[in-house]
């Protein structure tokens, strides 16, 4: 073993050093934290920079003295805190160790080389940093390392007096000084195996993200106090945190947590940094905040909600311990809000949705009435003269179902109370039309509900437009049970519907003074999904549409 290869083996050892210290500080929560951000603050760029500092001087000191120089590790230590943390550590690192390598032997043959290329090790590592890709840096690292050392040794055969000494320097250390580079590419990716990691927490967190999304999503049906203070729960209990809160952009909505007592739900938002973060958008952490409601809290995550590109409130994710704010948690929580501002926009809308479909139901359900009536009326008034006692019984059937219908405070009504109500038309009718009218029914036992005032109209219309344009003729009702639903049918033996009338109909180009089976087409079409379907028969129309059972 010749005592360059001897050198080689010591300065892998001394790189063997530095790579065990920088294993045990990627196990160091704080430091493997920063490793997993792609911008780091002030604080952190220092702290790791001092760091990068004392390894290079340390591969100074420790280095193996030969004629006047040292073989050592200093340039591993530059070349992998610039290209691992940026420019600015590795050119303050060349700098603070290149001064100090020169400092220590003033006037040495090795001193100013070794000076310059500190330098331009530590711009070149911030060069790679900067404009080599990840995957390729420690490749990079190891020829620029490499480059600086030839360069060390090359700046000694110049500068050196005599010429013999520097040349028979550099026959002994040039070799174990530029084979030693390798170590750099060693350390950059080891670090870099440890940045990979926050791929698999991204994705760790982001299922976990997606766990609390469905276990709050039924909660988003109704967007209430209620809801939001289970949500709150819900996200407090899966992620540990001492208190959860959501406000919108003025007061808050819901806290669940540590000093709940302290909170009242709709008070006004007091907290400067909540106020702020809704102000500007951007995501605030906290490590060491005294909350002014509550001064136990020490960390503090308010990720804004935003729908449509304007923040609408904010989540925010308290803690006792300071620094509790880890890059897991924010993934997690950055992820999780963003669910939440989507569920949340989609749950307006759909409030939204189901308010102008109330409002629309009813509407059409007001335009039904006063037709009805108007008939009704109508034929109460024809039987007045010629049959008092029919007339009596017609005002009997008639308020009996004007007031059955008044009292109704929900939407949906038995299927026997619906044929209750037809069964009162059609008598008014009957007594109105006499004998060229005649109507059969077809009613089976079910047990479904539906919408008040949604068969009458098709009853009325296939007696209207059908039986008195064609004479006298049949018009049966019918309620079958077809097993998983229930067909709801009119036919008439009368005049039959035009095809252009059906046509319109399906494309919704009736004319709004039409409002017969168009409205019940849009009624059905809104509540079940699917509108009315009318076929020509021979002769006569039947007009029908299917109620799916609800599953016990």
Known sequence: ????????????????????????????????????????????????????CLFAIFGTYSGIKVEGSLVNVRIIAIMSGGILFGPWVGIITGIVSGVHRFLIDIGGVTSIPCLITSIIAGIASGFINLKVKKAKRWIYGIIAGMSCEVLTMLLILAMSDPFKLGLDIVSKIGFPMIAGEVSIGLIVLLVMSVEDEKEMIAAKQAKLALDIANKTLPYFRSINTESLTKICTIIKDQIHADAVAITDTETVLAYVGFGEERYKIG???????????????????????????????????????????????SLKIYSRK???????LQTMAIGLSQIISTLMEISRVEQIKEAANKAELKALQTKINPHFLFNALNAIASTTR???????????????????????????????????????????????????????YDIEEVNIKLPSLLIQPLVENAIIHGILKNGPGIVT?????????????????????????????????????????????????????KGLIIKRLSPGTEVYFDIVKEKK
């Open 267 to 313: 008070q006004e938002i007091i907290s400067d940094l909540t106020k702020s973060a809704i102000r500007s958008g951007e995501i605030t952490i906290r490590n060491h905040v005294a909350d002014q409601q509550t001064p136990e809290i020490q960390s503090l995550f308010i990720m804004p909600f935003e729908e449509r590109g304007e923040v609408t409130g």
């Open 477 to 529: 009702i019918a309620v079958n049970d077809l097993g998983d639903r229930v067909r709801i049918s009119v036919k008439d033996t009368g005049a039959g519907i035009a095809d252009e009338v059906i046509e319109n109909l399906y494309r919704d180009e009736v004319p709004a003074n039409k409002i017969g089976l168009y409205n019940v087409h849009q009624r059905v079409k809104l509540i079940y999904g």
């Open 1 to 52: 073993m010749n005592s360059s290869l001897e050198m080689l083996i010591q300065v892998f050892e001394r790189a063997a050093l530095l790579l065990i210290c920088l294993f045990f500080l990627t196990r160091v929560p704080r430091f493997k934290e920063s490793l997993h951000k792609e911008q780091h603050s002030l604080s952190e760029k220092i702290v790791i920079t001092l760091i990068f």
């Open 322 to 328: 300071a620094s509790e704010m880890t890059y897991p």
């Open 386 to 440: 010629r049959n008092p006692e029919k007339a009596r019984e017609l005002i009997v059937t008639l308020s009996s179902y004007m007031r059955y219908n008044l009292e109704l405070n929900d939407e949906l009504i038995n299927i026997h109370d619906a044929l209750k109500q037809v069964r009162d038309y059609v008598e008014i009718e009957k007594a109105r039309f006499g004998s060229k009218l005649q109507v059969e």
